[in-house]
């Protein structure tokens, strides 16, 4: 139903016209995205007005680069973003089975069956859903070893273009969060942002490594300084170090000409009394977000100490909270003198200038804190290290969730088929309109398993038909307390946290 004129510009939409239209904006979002899905998935390439390109199969990257008008379209967009956002992985799933569920939804309601009934129904069986996946399909990660950590890392990374080396990049994450993993009121917390990516062209994948520390795109500020320092204290500042001036505005008048001269050099010694009181302070190695000017670069070299300009504030935050130290915003103190306070200065065993690819990296090891590391990715081109970095990003989400949830379910569509089936029986024992729509969020749920088999190219209806019959007779079997496909998912390690 259409009503113009009840709007100051434009027209109000309402009834079934409106809802086909979402439905079917919605079921055009998931088909772009569909044929991603699994080990198998098929890579989209995406090319944007100014001609960059983007080649991934992740379900949140392809649909960020979309130009989406229709609102609801744009919701589901905004639901794999806040599922990347807050999980990590799964973003093409969640969009699938969106709108799988609001096709089916729109079916009822052609029915004459009312909306809010529909609603009612699906509420019912999310909440029952929920409840038989945490009390029969849940295993404790507690009571498995770390090698299944790598099994859940492998079944992430399987759809991905690393998929071919899961077992080096799988061991990789692995050892990657478990160094930031920490422990704080019984609570495990494994923040994966203390895992810096950073990416080199050149080589193969398999000479990407893991750094136990901190890896800087950064180079030292001048040839003269030495590449290697061990046991060293770092300075991190947040300011210019160059040559003091007066300020705008300041005026001196002079009378001889060698006051002049005076003035210069007492702006020379000003700069070097700041920089001898970092020296002092027994720092070695001086980061800066700012410039360092060639006078001030010469008492660094005489001192045989390492500085850096230009760093990048976050990674100037991230070294700081590894090595223990502190930003230095400014070295005034409250009665207006000039001071550097030792306790700012971060640690670390070494320090040092690499050659990787084609320019240098700083490497940060031993560091005081310890909860950091770095991956160093290396690839044949931008387009394979971003997808890499993408993959990696997603896999580290997973394992963090499996740590602090201590938590993990069979992949491989085992539980999406376990809550179909566990559904429909429940919908049975219903006697009110509910249980339509119960009965549909259990067909929906098959929309993974289905999509999954219809990617690697074998017949969906037989399989998904072998699978239900399986779950079936393992579900109303009293002497098996997991459902029978649980045991072939495992077995295969497909895994998810």
């Known amino acids: 139903m259409a009503s113009a004129g009840m709007l100051l510009d434009g027209e109000r939409t309402s009834g079934q016209d409106v809802r086909s239209q979402n439905v079917t904006a919605a079921m055009a979002i998931a088909n772009i995205v569909k044929t991603s899905l699994g080990p198998v998935g098929l890579d989209k390439m995406l090319v944007d007005e100014i001609g960059d390109v983007t080649i991934t199969n992740d379900g949140a990257t392809i649909l960020a680069q979309l130009d989406i008008e229709h609102p609801a379209a744009r919701v589901l967009v905004e639901l794999a973003q806040l599922q990347d956002q807050e999980v990590g992985d799964g973003t093409t799933s969640v969009v699938i089975v969106a709108a799988e569920l609001l096709k089916r939804a729109n079916e009822l309601v052609k029915k004459n069956i009312h909306p809010t009934v529909v609603m009612a129904g699906y509420r019912l069986a999310l909440k ?46 692995v050892n990657a969060a478990l160094t930031v993993k920490m422990e704080k009121d019984g609570k495990v917390k494994c923040n994966i942002a203390n895992i810096h990516i950073l990416k080199s062209h050149g080589q193969s994948l398999l000479n990407s490594e893991l750094v136990d520390g901190y890896a800087l795109n950064c180079t030292k500020a001048s040839q003269a300084m030495p590449t290697h320092l061990e046991n060293v204290k770092i300075a991190l500042l947040d300011f210019n170090l160059q040559k003091h001036k007066l300020q705008m505005g300041v005026q ?246």
Not at 152 to 173: L, N, Q, R, V
């Open 128 to 173: 029952e859903a929920v409840k038989f996946i945490k009390s029969n399909l849940v295993v404790s990660s507690d009571s498995l070893d770390r090698v299944n950590l790598i099994h859940a890392a492998k079944t992430s990374m399987a759809s991905k273009i690393i998929g071919s080396e899961s077992d080096f990049f799988a061991e990789m994450a």
């Open 252 to 497: 001196v008048v002079v009378t001889d000409t060698k006051q002049v001269e005076e003035i210069r050099q007492r702006e020379m010694d000003i700069t070097k009394e700041k920089i001898q009181k970092i020296l002092e302070s027994g720092a070695r190695v001086i980061l800066t977000t700012k410039g360092i000017d060639d006078l001030c670069l010469k008492y660094f070299v005489e001192a045989g100490a390492i500085a850096v300009r230009r760093v990048h504030k976050e990674d100037m935050k991230r070294i700081a909270k590894a090595t223990g130290g502190k930003v230095v915003v400014t070295m005034a103190d409250l009665e207006g003198n000039e001071v550097f306070d030792a306790a700012n200065l971060g640690e670390a065993a070494s320090v040092s200038e690499e050659r990787v690819g084609d320019g240098e990296l700083l490497y940060f090891r031993g560091c005081k804190a310890g909860q950091a590391c770095t991956v160093v990715l290396r690839g044949a081109n931008e387009f394979m290290l971003d997808e890499m970095d993408r993959s990696l990003h997603d896999c580290l989400c997973v394992i963090k969730r499996m740590l602090e949830s201590n938590s993990l379910v069979a992949g491989g569509g085992a539980v999406e088929v376990a809550v179909s089936m566990y559904l429909e029986n429940l919908a049975t024992t219903l006697g009110s309109r509910e249980q339509m729509a119960v009965a549909q969020f259990a067909e929906a749920m098959l929309v993974i398993p289905r999509t999954l088999t219809i990617n690697a190219a074998h017949d969906a209806t037989e399989l998904v038909a072998k699978l239900r019959a399986a779950h079936y007779a393992s579900q109303n079997d009293a002497s098996k307390s997991k459902p029978v496909y649980f045991k072939f998912a495992f077995e295969a390690s497909f895994w998810e946290a």
